[in-house]
């Protein structure tokens, strides 16, 4: 697989399938995306994969205080205001994916089973939590984002699906607790790691993109 089918290829799985992930993989797939480029080479992410019985443990957490409604309590914010082009393309993706599952999201038993998926950390057997020192903000979200499509493409590469997933530090207390991570880094992000459940509606789910003319101007050329 080329870097362009790559590109074209990945996409977020919301279903895996519980079989492990062996540690070498995990480790070649981390170790590729290192190759990541940062701000002046600062490479300020810190890296946190879980496997195992300490996942288990979160997921079981984050499914008790889910279904109990508790607040959710990020080291970042999400945003409350989009523009109206966004919040419309997040409206659309949400529609979509609602209607492919034939859920009813202004019925509350339908946004339960619409946002359980993401608490349940898609079934995968590996997470990969993505931090920095909170100091390094906001630049550090630049190539975190970077580092993450380098995993995630380095994952496609070996057959290993993805999603990555605010939901999946959304009880940021947890993660810290859980995994030792130390309260002066901000964990920012999930990557949930696995293989895919063919089987599952949920991941013939292909979300859209702007036309390119709307995103990209080229000029002077
Ligand atoms: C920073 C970030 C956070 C995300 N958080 C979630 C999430 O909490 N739940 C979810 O289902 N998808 C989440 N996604 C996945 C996006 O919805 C997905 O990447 C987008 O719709 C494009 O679809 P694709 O990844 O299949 O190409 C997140 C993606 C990013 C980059």
Known sequence: MNVMEALAARHSVRVFRSDP???TLVEEVLTAATQTPSWA???SWEVFAAAGEPLEHLRRQYLQRFEIGEQPCP???ALTEWTPAAAARTAELRAERAALLGLDLAAPEGLHEFSLPNYRFYGAPVVVFLGFERS???WAL???GALSQSIMLAALQ??????????LVLY???VHEVLGIPQDVAVAVGIALGYRDDEAVLNSFRSRRRPPDDA?????F
């Open 142 to 144: 630049y190539d975190l």
């Open 136 to 138: 390094l903000l906001p």
């Open 41 to 43: 080479n600062t490479q």
């Open 216 to 220: 990209i101007r080229l000029l002077g």
């Open 75 to 77: 080291d970042i914010s």
């Open 172 to 174: 940021s207390d947890l």
């Open 21 to 23: 992930l062996p540690k």
């Open 158 to 167: 070996l057959g290993i699906d993805s999603i990555p997933s605010y939901s």
